[in-house]
């Protein structure tokens, strides 16, 4: 392979440029997404996407002119060796049997604006390093703006070393893995981090170092095989080429490699749109391509759950005490004035469910019926039903999410049902005006009933007495008047009474239904506010996280 083609190795294809304001919008709609999946999707699934807004934010508000390189590789890989040669100055200690590098050294080419970059890196101020200075003229121009680390060995002994280098690989904008003869293959390297790298293809780079010291067949035959490798990975097609520090086949494809790499100031965008696109291809099996949810619960589902909130608040024994009230009321009003007083004795069968007619404050909760074991459970049933139905068809977790939040308001749902029916307007407060034409003839009945009576009473008293009798006026064939109008007086408001009482029965049916009408809106009110919406805020959170994965995958 000639000198040529091992340079154009180096990018084997140019990625599609990455517009800066894209990558932002892109890192906005992966932030909507995890404010609409929080609460609903396990904590665990939402770390990675919070990690790459933060880090994309912070990335791009630091400098784009400078592109961050990063040397890994273990022990006795020769990459301190790479780092040095590259920079010309023995920088960066070298060992071959045990680990030596702790913290990662940087060396900088252009100092300008680097600084708070390397600060977010976290290089220590003592192991970062200037490469130009005036003595080099233009001879490192080419590389001006590359901020070169040295990593730790991430086959370190000590388990700080291995953590230091996790944290840099997810911060650098490209990567060279260094790899050596004797360990290329190690299971660790490429099973814990190439593998981990698919998405991250075009900022990735495989060298196999130390190639000084095998012939040149070796060193084809063994990049062959570390291709090969690579392709297990899921990393085929990225530049594997072979350098040494010292000696042949050297560092001219490497640093052409990073010439070209600082001239297109584009690492750190392709590796942040990377960092995006993986974390949204982990995302997207929480989120369905072709489900659509309105954001509503089939009306059926809500019809059977405030059907069964209802019987198990009494909805039913309420507005069978509203009949029964009704008749009890219109008895009162419309029967025979004189015995009246004795249906007073008798309660309202609303008063005993402590109810009063009209809006009332809420009673005491003993007051209302109590629901049974069944109806409880036909609740708890219609509220399973409402969360199934609502959640059909979505990924997980989100039926499980739907299913909490069918839950989340139950405990106050008592209450609510107890309010709900107390400040019920049951209507049994209103008095018809045909109950007050009828009551107004029952009381004239009862008046000519009352007048012939005394007057009856007047002649006996005056006949017990001896006293002359006082003849009446007659009617008729000389039928008393009195006597006329005490029969016809009780005999008018009989009849009267009798005429009414189906009208009264009428009336009676149409008063329990509008209550019971009346009574399962209000309880409706409570299916609504204390399991519905619950819902259906969890259904808009899935559309919303749908949405914006969707906006995020551009």
């Known amino acids: 392979m000639s000198l040529v ?30 404010a ?3 609460g609903h999707v396990p904590e665990d699934r939402l770390v990675t996407p919070r990690t790459v807004i933060d880090r994309a934010g912070e990335r791009l508000a630091l400098s784009r002119a400078h592109t961050v390189v990063a040397l890994a590789g273990a022990t006795g890989s020769g990459k301190s060796s790479l780092f040095n040669a590259l920079a010309g100055f023995q920088l960066s200690r070298v060992g071959v049997r045990r680990p030596t590098t702790g913290v990662a050294h940087a060396c900088v080419w252009g100092q300008a604006g680097a600084t708070p970059l390397l600060d977010w890196l976290g ?3 003592n192991r970062r390093f200037t490469r130009e200075s005036a003595l080099d003229g233009e001879d490192e121009a080419a590389l001006r703006g590359l901020v070169l680390l040295d990593l730790p060995d991430f086959d370190s002994i000590e388990a700080r070393h291995r953590l230091e280098v996790d944290r840099l690989l997810r911060l650098v904008d490209l990567v060279i893995w260094v790899l050596d003869p004797q360990k290329y293959a190690d299971r ?3 099973q814990r981090y190439l593998a981990q790298f698919q998405r991250h293809r075009d900022v990735t780079v495989v060298v196999l ?12 035959r063994l990049v062959a095989d570390l291709r090969r490798l690579l392709e297990a990975d899921g990393l085929g097609g990225v530049p594997v080429f072979p350098t040494s520090a010292k000696g042949q086949p050297g560092l001219a494809t490497l640093r052409s490699g990073l010439e070209r790499a600082v001239a297109a100031r584009a690492a750190a965008l392709v590796r942040l749109n990377g960092d995006i696109t993986q974390a949204v291809a982990d995302l997207r099996p929480l ?5 659509k949810t309105s954001a509503t619960v089939p009306r059926e589902a809500v019809n059977n759950l405030a059907r069964a909130l209802g019987d198990a608040a009494g909805a039913p024994i309420v507005a069978e005490a509203t009949e029964r009230s009704y008749r009890h009321r219109a008895t009162g009003t419309l029967g025979w004035p004189l015995l009246r007083w004795a249906r007073r004795l008798r309660p309202d069968p609303l008063r005993r469910l402590h109810l009063q007619a009209g809006p009332v404050a809420r009673p005491e909760a003993s007051s209302l019926p109590e629901s049974t074991a069944a109806q409880k459970a036909a609740v708890a049933l219609a509220s399973r039903e409402v969360a199934a139905v609502a959640s059909a068809g979505l990924p997980e977790p989100w039926p499980a999410a739907v299913a909490v939040a069918s839950r989340s308001r139950v405990d106050d749902v008592p209450d609510a049902l107890d309010v709900a029916v107390a400040s019920a307007d049951l209507g049994v407060d209103h008095k ?16 000519a009933a009352l007048g012939g009576l005394a007057w009856l009473a007047v002649r006996a008293l005056f006949a017990l007495l001896g ?18 109008l005490l029969g016809g007086g009780l005999l008018f408001g009989l009849l009267l009474a009798v005429v009414v009482r189906p009208f009264v029965a009428i009336a009676a049916r149409h008063a329990r239904a509008r209550a019971e009408r009346r009574l399962r809106e209000s309880i409706a009110g409570v299916a609504n506010t204390h399991i519905v919406t619950p819902v259906q805020e969890v259904l808009r959170s899935y559309d919303d996280a749908r949405e914006a994965l969707a906006a995020a995958s551009a």
């Open 5 to 34: 083609e091992r340079i154009k190795q180096v990018v084997p294809r140019q990625p599609r440029p990455i517009d800066a304001d894209l990558l932002n919008t892109r890192a906005e709609a992966l932030r909507r997404f995890v």
């Open 36 to 38: 609409a999946a929080e």
């Open 123 to 125: 290089v220590p101020p």
């Open 188 to 190: 660790v390297v490429h």
């Open 209 to 220: 170092n130390q190639a000084d010291r095998l012939s040149r067949a070796d060193s084809e």
């Open 287 to 291: 989120v369905t391509s072709s489900s």
């Open 432 to 447: 018809p005006a045909w109950w007050r034409l009828v009551g107004a003839l029952q009381w004239l009945g009862a008046a």
């Open 467 to 484: 006293l002359p009798n006082v003849e009446g006026p007659t009617v008729g064939a000389g039928i008393p008047l009195a006597t006329v």
